[in-house]
């Protein structure tokens, strides 16, 4: 086999970005009930009749479930700030305290919030 036979023979992956909103919605409503990411994996197998057929691989479904994460935590620091917001537009005198705790073992930070009114 000469290497112009071998490049027609190509194959190409499809990105974890073609995934159908559908197979991503499932997989955020999966995630979401802690749904780890290899039955999560078993499960798409399911869907796609085996484990072969799937359309994505094992990497691109990670990759989804880091993004859903990543959305998820932006919107965990939203959700308190706007309620924030409100209470301190029905009360002005209402502060906000932020406490931070660095946990260098695992390089976050915990944040505990304190309102006073």
């Avoid at 997989?27 to 197998?45: A, D, P, Q």
Wanted: net charge positive.
């Amino acid at each position: 086999m000469n290497f112009q036979q071998q490049t027609q023979k190509k194959k190409e992956w499809g990105s974890h970005k073609k995934i159908e909103y559908s197979v991503r919605d499932t997989v955020k409503y999966l995630r979401e009930n802690n749904v780890t990411l290899s039955k999560l994996h078993c499960i798409m197998g399911s869907l796609y009749g085996s484990m072969e057929n799937i359309p994505f691989t094992r990497r691109s479904l990670r990759t989804i479930c880091a993004q859903i994460a990543k959305e998820q935590r932006d919107d965990d620091i939203k959700k308190p700030l706007e309620l924030f917001r409100k209470m301190r537009a029905a009360d002005p005198t209402c502060t906000l305290t932020v406490y931070t705790k660095n946990c260098s073992p695992n390089h976050y930070t915990q944040c505990h919030f304190v309102v006073t009114a």
